[in-house]
């Protein structure tokens, strides 16, 4: 795969989850030999908390549009309020 070879900051965040899906799936095969399987695993920690790392800064990004007083004003989103608030 194509996404082995890359270092991990150069990985879209699409591509780190197909390796990091890859990688669990070979663990839960449990075919791999030992040494294989700490190097596995350490490399999916890597990825898991480089997709976390990601998807943190994306949410930090989002921004909603809100009608206040008439006027569209942006707005940080929080998935976290409830809707209608």
Not at 40 to 68: D, H, N, P, T, W
């Amino acid at each position: 795969m194509e996404a082995d070879k890359q270092p991990l900051q150069e990985l879209s965040f699409e591509e780190a989850m197909e390796r990091l899906e890859d990688v669990v799936n070979r663990l839960e095969n449990g075919e791999v030999p030992l040494e294989e399987s700490i190097r596995l695993f350490e490399e999916g920690m890597k990825l898991s908390r480089y997709c976390g790392a990601k998807l943190e800064k994306m949410e930090q990004q989002v921004e909603i549009l809100a009608r206040e007083n008439g006027d569209w004003v942006r707005k940080p989103f929080h998935p976290d309020e409830e809707a209608g608030d």
